[in-house]
């Protein structure tokens, strides 16, 4: 019997109607449309405008989106893994709202937090589940609403980051396809350099840390670039080292939509081609941990049985990480 491996089988998205465009960006803040193309690659990004809707309802979009597109009873999902940065509440997972919303009435769940790594660690958490046996259905969702905890009179975070979500359904394959390794770091020294500093249990919400904006996002750019650029490259290329994989090897590079230069550093080391490095961040900016699963649902139909993807994230914290896996159907 061959060795049972965790593939895709299935994906999905979803993104807000409300375009958030460079241009307009021009009308909030001090910035223009070519110092944040020239930087970053954005030109735009997806706001989720309406003030009752969480990070929940994208995740219920991208889902039942998959569902849809694939036909399978969600009664039959065995695990939801919510993968997200922005959940709707502090303390009720939600995960187990989402899975309640799409009829998965028969998996449990909970919510994975490793900022803009979390849906690539989602993947490895999946995979390991069914590599065990233990469970056959697991669908990880990768969603954040992103504009809930950006300043929008604050140029360096407000013209990075966008709403979406994307999903992906785990199951067991005994074809050699799927996740075939994982290469995933941390490092608790990037703690202070991209984060939100008040809410949590360090520093409880009060009037004050409101009226000091400390519920937003704030980013050391500079020191986040430095760390992304390095180990995201590293990573890829020691994934690929290991497992004998030459730049002809690789089919895609399905690289976290951060910043176009970090993506361009990552694809450079691997000695990848312009033509198999993903990318849609022109269109969606950075939506954290959604910006995997997006690029999947988006470039679906170029994927072919038995394509090399190589998936490349770093996130705040720090953690980063890299995984390859064999893509297991073709559209």
């Not at 198999?276 to 910006?291: D, E, P, W």
């Amino acid at each position: 019997m061959n060795k049972r491996t965790a593939a895709i089988t299935a994906v999905g998205a979803y993104v807000p109607e409300f375009v958030l465009s460079n241009k307009l960006l021009e009308t909030m803040v001090d910035t223009n449309d070519e110092w944040i193309t020239s930087r970053t690659g954005i030109k735009e990004r997806r706001i989720l405008k309406d003030n009752d809707k969480g990070t929940s309802y994208l995740a219920i979009k991208a889902a039942q989106n998959l569902i849809d597109k694939s036909g399978i009873d969600p009664a039959e999902i065995d695990l939801l893994i919510m993968a997200t940065a922005t959940p709707d509440l502090p303390v009720a997972a939600t995960g187990v709202y989402v899975a309640s919303e799409i009829g998965a009435v028969n998996a449990f769940s909970y919510d994975l937090q490793a900022a803009c790594s979390s849906f690539l660690y989602g993947m490895s958490t999946a995979a390991a589940y069914i590599e065990s046996g233990r469970y056959k259905k697991v669908l990880v969702i990768g969603a954040d609403k992103m504009s809930s905890i950006i300043d929008y009179t604050d140029r360096t975070t407000c013209i990075i980051f966008g709403d979406g979500a994307g999903a992906a359904l785990f199951e067991p394959n005994e074809e050699g396809l799927g996740l075939q390794d994982e290469i995933l770091k941390s490092d608790g020294a990037g703690r202070d350099f991209l984060k939100i500093s008040a809410g949590g249990s360090l520093i409880p919400p009060t009037a004050q840390t409101v009226a000091d904006k400390q519920h937003y996002v704030f980013q050391d750019g500079k020191t986040v670039f430095k760390f992304a650029v390095t180990n995201m490259a590293d990573v890829s290329a020691k994934i690929m080292e290991r497992n004998n994989l030459t730049n002809e090897d690789v089919d895609w590079l399905v690289p976290h939509q951060a910043n176009r230069r970090i993506i361009d550093a990552t694809s450079g080391r691997m000695g990848l081609d312009d033509s198999k490095v993903l990318m849609n961040i022109q269109r969606y900016g950075n939506t954290t941990s959604a910006t995997l699963p997006l690029l999947l649902s988006d470039f679906e139909k170029q994927f072919k049985k038995g394509d090399n993807l190589i998936f490349a994230s770093f996130g705040g914290g720090f953690t980063w990480g890299s995984v390859y896996l064999k893509w297991a159907y073709n559209s």
